[in-house]
């Protein structure tokens, strides 16, 4: 297994932004596309994206399972064929719910907004064991509490002899009949630059590099791109946030950072389309880097910082579109382009966002737009947003689901994988992680991504097995 960014340590994780963002996430936490629209968070270390994300592990959908049976022929992946693979990864990763004395007062006002404005919402399941609800889930546990990749799976893989090389960027594969050779390039972790070169040879090749690398690795390979669809079809689930201010503690940067969700707009008129609303832990470098407006106005909703409770929306989308290519250096390039009927459920969701709050006892809510726009009462709000500039960079935006891009399916000039998540073009290539969804997905795509990956994994055993084998005997 080679990993672009370090391993890390329980111990090694000290509750900050400074060294969560410099040794955990992609580009310390400034990824995003293009236009600087769109901020795409995501992990950089063993363990990836589950090292430092919330915890939510949600089922894909069915509406969304459908969709890929009938429109892209996905098969095996129905819910009648997933459930017992969701059931044995949630017992394996101890996904549960909370009860309710441990939802956060970030937490509850979800909890509380939905109750009174008659929305349906519920406790969401989270993959840890002895959770002692410290916050800093998006920081590195410094607990060993959540069992993300890097804590489960990665460990069982080295008892079953797998090696691991951290601090390795794979540049390029080379296929060559039935080998393929990686090129790689292993890294000085304080400086992020090339060490030494390297190159790995194997029969079988499992690309797991996100909706963003791995695309970027097959484009810089010039590899399974006969479709043309290698980087297309790039979803974000979109997102916005607002934040209220309270006369009540929040501390939005403490506690379980999400434990409740509102999934009432979810494909609520059969579109496949909508929304969701979760929680948001509010860190006090991402608050203010998020939080609208300057000098002393800044520095007041700062000073308010213990009262501020935040909430997100996000988009389901159905028709934005977004795309990764690579740069002159090999690089990649993130572009992405709001639809008009996800912009409609944009705008529903941060209207619904305000009102949530409102309901839940905030005494002013304010959104992220770059003019921003505050409210000290429900009244007048849906007016006010339909007014209000919506183009990117207008509006605060954030991606922590890039989905897409190496999109399943068995049509060969649709899509880049089999349902097995083998590329048609190549034998023995897979690319197995969130790039294989032909969809936006709708929820927070760690089970999902897992349940695929579990899925391919005893495919490629049951028919690479024997070739993998001979190899380690020689």
Request: proline letters at 5%; one cysteine or more; hydrophobic letters at 40%.
């Amino acid at each position: 297994m080679l990993e672009e960014g370090g391993y890390y340590r329980a111990e090694q994780f000290d509750g900050t932004e400074q060294t969560a963002y410099q040794n955990l996430y992609q580009r310390r936490g400034g990824q995003a596309t293009d236009d600087l629209g769109v901020t795409v968070l995501q992990g950089r270390c063993v363990g990836g994206s589950s090292t430092v994300n919330w915890t939510t592990t949600l089922r894909t959908p069915e509406f969304v399972l459908e969709t890929w049976r009938r429109e892209f022929r996905v098969f095996g992946m129905s819910p009648e064929d997933l459930d017992p693979v969701f059931g044995r990864i949630e017992g394996y990763l101890n996904v549960h719910e909370e009860p309710e004395e441990n939802h956060s007062p970030n937490n509850l006002i979800i909890r509380d907004g939905a109750r009174a404005l008659g929305w349906h919402a519920r406790p969401n399941a989270r993959n840890t064991v002895d959770c002692v609800r410290a916050g800093a889930c998006g920081l590195g546990c410094p607990y060993d509490a959540k069992r993300s990749v890097d804590r489960s799976y990665i460990p069982d893989a080295v008892k079953a002899g797998a090696v691991v090389y951290a601090d390795c960027r794979a540049l390029t594969i080379e296929a060559v009949g039935r080998t393929k050779r990686v090129h790689a390039a292993i890294l000085d972790r304080e400086r992020r630059t090339p060490r030494l070169d390297a190159a790995f040879d194997a029969p079988v090749v499992v690309v797991s590099g996100s909706a963003i690398q791995s695309p970027a690795l097959l484009l810089r390979s010039g590899l399974a791109n006969s479709s043309g669809q290698v980087g297309r079809n790039l979803s974000l689930h979109l997102t916005t946030a607002v934040v209220g201010t309270f006369e009540r503690v929040i501390y939005a940067a403490g506690g379980i950072p999400q434990s409740y969700y509102c999934d009432e707009f979810l494909n609520r008129h059969g579109d496949g389309g909508g929304f969701w609303i979760e929680a948001v832990p509010v860190y006090p470098v991402l608050a203010a880097l998020a939080l609208p407006g300057f000098g002393l106005r800044h520095k007041k909703s700062m000073a308010s910082f213990p009262h501020l409770g935040s909430s997100i929306a996000l988009i389901k989308e159905i028709d934005s579109a977004g795309e990764v290519s690579i740069n002159n250096f090999g690089r990649p390039v993130i572009s992405y382009s709001m639809g008009q009927r996800d912009l409609r459920y944009l705008k529903q969701a941060t209207a619904a966002l305000v009102h949530l709050h409102f309901a839940a006892g905030a005494r002013r809510v304010e959104t992220l737009h770059a003019s921003p726009l505050e409210f000290s009462g429900p009244e007048g709000v849906d007016r006010a947003l339909d007014r209000a500039s919506w183009g990117f960079n207008e509006l605060s935006l954030y991606s922590a689901h890039p989905l897409g891009t190496c999109r399943m399916g068995a049509n060969p000039r649709r899509s880049v994988v089999d349902s097995h998540c083998q590329t048609h073009d190549v034998p023995g290539l897979f690319v197995i992680d969130g790039s294989v969804t032909p969809t936006s997905l709708g929820v927070n795509p760690q089970l999902t991504i897992l349940a695929i990956a579990e899925r391919s994994a005893a495919w490629l055993a049951e028919n690479f097995g024997a070739v993998t084998r001979a190899v380690r005997q020689i």
